[in-house]
């Protein structure tokens, strides 16, 4: 599918490659953004390009640029995703 | 009876004798300070967000059984990888790399039970360190009031550790950190714990040890939920906003009133006692004109001071700060600094100190710099005596809308807005200038709403008060005393001199040309020496000048100002504060934190140059 930036609020999909250096890569990781954990996007933040995600039981306010980075993917149908949640 | 800290594997011990360290470290906003609060009884600054502890603190606490121990307050850490200064530090503590402190023999990792499965990641990581630990599943309270639930025996077991589930903020779940920290706290069996620096595979296996001790995460926060809604929306959120920055500053000026008064009467009272119970004598006239005229006219703004700190307080400890600074994300973006700028430069509204060290959390090394050279601009709670005094004395209250808005609250926005305004255009020079660097990705976490307790909120006033009456005792009252010796001489024909000739008059005087470009006198120009050492310095100067100029009946400092200055040089000298770095701590810690002179002899430069050219600027076109 598409990037993290172009999933409208409200919707949820599951995080995919990112596509940065090894350094933000892995510090985007620690904060959650492992590939295959659900994603959803909750809001965007008024007055500029940030977007609240909600992810792993924490909200994270990401710039699109950012977000733009983070391939995601559909999210599965329930039950499956459910299974390989953890 | 095994012990958890002598059951650690042999690790290079610290000289002998040495008290025993014990670390306490886990992720940011978890709770670490206010559990290393509660079992030190120190008041390390709390609030919800991440990244308020950027230095390793220090408290001893005595147990009942065994000796006491260190117990150090670090930084939070999401992982193993330290990306900036604060991170650094915790992760150097851990590990034994730091130099000042010897790797500590245990340590306590503090979680935030709200969120398991995803932080309990970090317990292979900090095991991996090789000091036995103590995992804290803070939060308790939170979680069952949300009606989640975990079995911490149950994760005890599987992660090879002890484990206790403790609320740091009521106090529950201690009594088994304190046997842990007397090493009487029977480990369990050590287990296989996953590969490190595999964060996917790190991430499983917490899952999994969470599904396993059935772990029920808390039901999301309807509340959260909506109060995001309200603060986020794309009209009510910049509205809200808004509506707090004025609230804040009304209150400022109509909240304050009576206690000012109060203190007001109380130093007039007291002044009036002395003046009948001492003598006349030198000792009289240092006590009354340069004691109490100096240091009280400066003390009296404490209630405002303190009013800043209680809304401070609120929305830090609230969680809406960093909805706040999401908002404020654009502006940022816009000068060219990262985000997470935009924390310290709001802490840097009660004092620039601290925000210039929390300025740590920023990652990128030239973003930092350019923190910590704009962190000075923004307005801090010291320039706040000086604003308030001349607006009393030359801004007439006048309704502005309706109730809300006041000519006085109004006025002071405008100078924190002008503050505000230049950080923004220097850092904008600076970043597309010398401290150009590519935009790192920015990732803001969003702290879950919290109800400020009582606690926390007064222990903030509470410091605060000690911190400014301390400057009022020390500085401020070291500055008086000086100045009113040189103004006190030389005596001619065994009289004191009027004040124009003395010592201080002729200094003063000397000056005077410098200061006059601004509409300013020579009292001023003393006021502007002195405001060097600290900016509230200058309000007990001219409390002592003025006071010793009048004989008997002193007039109200701010009709003494009226009868001297124009508006438009009122206008100048505030304007010159709003740029000026007249803050020795200030210059202190910028060379300490960027490890030199250069800065802060650059900031300081600059930032008088641009107060003096606005002052001048400011005095022809309102004088
Ligand atoms: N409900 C609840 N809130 C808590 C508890 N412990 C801490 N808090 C709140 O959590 C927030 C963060 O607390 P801190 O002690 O500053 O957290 P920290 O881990 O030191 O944060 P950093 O220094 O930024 O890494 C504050 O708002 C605390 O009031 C607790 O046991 N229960
Ligand atoms: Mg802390």
């Known amino acids: 599918m598409e990037s993290l930036a172009d ?8 995080v995919g490659e990112l596509r940065f250096d090894e350094v933000d890569a892995v510090r985007l990781m ?53 299974a390989k949640r953890d | 009876m095994p012990s958890a800290i002598e059951a650690a594997p042999a690790k290079p011990q610290p000289e002998q004798g040495a008290r025993r360290t014990v670390a306490i470290c886990g992720p940011p906003n978890v709770g670490k300070s206010t559990f290393f609060n509660r079992l030190t009884g120190l008041h390390q600054k709390v609030a919800n967000y991440p990244g308020i502890t950027v230095e390793k603190r220090i408290g001893r606490l005595e147990l009942p059984n065994g000796p006491p121990v260190d117990l150090i307050d670090l930084p939070g850490i999401v992982g193993l990888h330290p990306r ?78 002890p484990v206790v589930a403790v609320s740091a903020r009521l106090g529950t779940g201690m009594d088994k950190v304190t046997k842990f920290l007397e090493g009487t706290l029977a480990p369990p069996q050590p287990v296989e714990l996953p590969v490190l620096n595999n964060i996917p595979a790190e991430r499983r296996w917490a899952g999994g040890v969470a599904r396993r001790a059935s772990y029920h995460p808390p039901e999301p926060s309807l509340w959260g939920r909506r109060l995001d809604r309200a603060f986020l929306h794309p009209v009510a959120g910049p509205l809200i906003f808004l509506a707090v920055v004025v ?21 007039g009272t007291t002044a009036g006692w002395l003046g009948i119970l001492l003598p006349d004598s030198m000792l009289k006239g240092l006590l009354l004109d340069g004691v109490w005229g100096g240091v009280g006219s400066v003390v009296i703004f404490l209630p405002q001071i303190l009013i800043l700190f209680l809304f401070i307080g609120i929305l830090e400890d609230s969680g809406y700060l960093a909805r706040a600074a999401a908002i404020a994300d654009r502006s ?12 310290p430069l709001l802490s840097s509204y009660a004092c620039a100190v601290p925000a210039i060290m929390a300025a740590r959390t920023v990652e990128n090394q030239r973003d930092r710099l350019a923190t910590i050279f704009i962190a000075p601009l923004t307005t801090c709670s010291a320039r706040l005596p000086v604003y308030a005094l001349l607006i009393a004395a030359f801004i007439p209250e006048q309704p ?25 255009a220097t850092a904008w020079v600076l970043k597309s200038t010398i401290l150009k660097s590519k935009p790192a990705p920015f990732m803001l976490q969003l702290p879950a709403y919290r109800w ?62 410098l200061v006059e470009p601004l509409g300013l006198n020579w009292k001023v120009g003393i006021g502007l020496i002195t405001s060097l050492a600290a900016r509230e310095v200058i309000v007990g100067t001219l409390g002592t000048i003025y006071g010793m100029e009048a004989d008997e009946d002193s007039p109200a400092l701010q009709d003494a100002l009226r009868s001297e200055l124009s508006f438009g040089s009122a206008i100048a000298l505030m304007i010159f504060f709003a740029f000026a770095m007249q803050c020795m701590s200030t210059v202190a810690i910028v060379r300490r934190e960027t490890g030199g002179w250069k800065w802060p002899i650059a900031q300081f430069t600059y930032m008088l140059v641009l107060a003096y050219t606005a002052g001048f600027a400011a005095f022809r076109i309102f004088g």
Do not use: H
């Open chain 2, 452 to 513: 400020p307790t009582l606690r926390s909120l007064s222990y903030r006033l509470l410091d605060r008060s000690k911190i400014f009456l301390r400057r009022a005792g020390t500085v401020i009252l070291l500055t008086t005393i000086v100045l009113w010796f040189l103004a006190s001489v030389p005596y001619t024909d065994g009289e004191p001199p009027a004040i124009g000739d003395s010592l201080a008059g002729s200094i003063g005087k000397t000056i005077e040309p």
């Open chain 2, 247 to 267: 609230l804040v500053f009304q209150s400022i000026f109509t909240l304050a009133v009576p206690l000012m008064d109060a203190v007001d009467s109380l130093i």
């Open chain 2, 332 to 343: 940022m973006r816009a000068v060219g600094l990262e985000g997470r700028s935009f924390i």
């Open chain 1, 30 to 82: 620690e904060l959650g953004f492992i590939p295959g954990m659900s994603v959803s996007c909750q809001r965007r933040v008024p007055m500029g390009d940030l977007s609240v995600y909600q992810l792993d039981g924490t909200q994270i306010a990401l710039r699109s640029e950012t977000a733009s980075r983070i391939r995601v993917r559909p999210e599965p149908a329930a039950g499956v995703e459910n």
């Open chain 1, 7 to 14: 999933l409208s609020p409200g919707t949820t999909a599951v």
């Open chain 2, 400 to 424: 502005l809308l309706g109730p809300i808005l006041g000519t006085r609250a109004a006025v002071l926005l405008g100078l924190y807005a002008l503050g505000f305004a230049a950080a923004c």
């Open chain 2, 84 to 161: 900036s200064e604060d991170e650094r530090i915790a992760i150097d503590v851990l590990r034994g790399t730091s130099r000042a402190t010897p790797q500590p023999a245990a340590a306590v990792l503090i979680l935030d039970s709200t969120n398991l499965q995803a932080q309990l990641r970090l317990v292979p990581e900090i095991l991996g360190f090789g000091i036995p630990t103590l995992v804290a599943l803070n939060m308790a309270d939170d979680l069952s009031a949300r009606g989640g639930n975990v079995d911490a025996q149950a994760v005890a077991k599987q992660v090879g550790a």
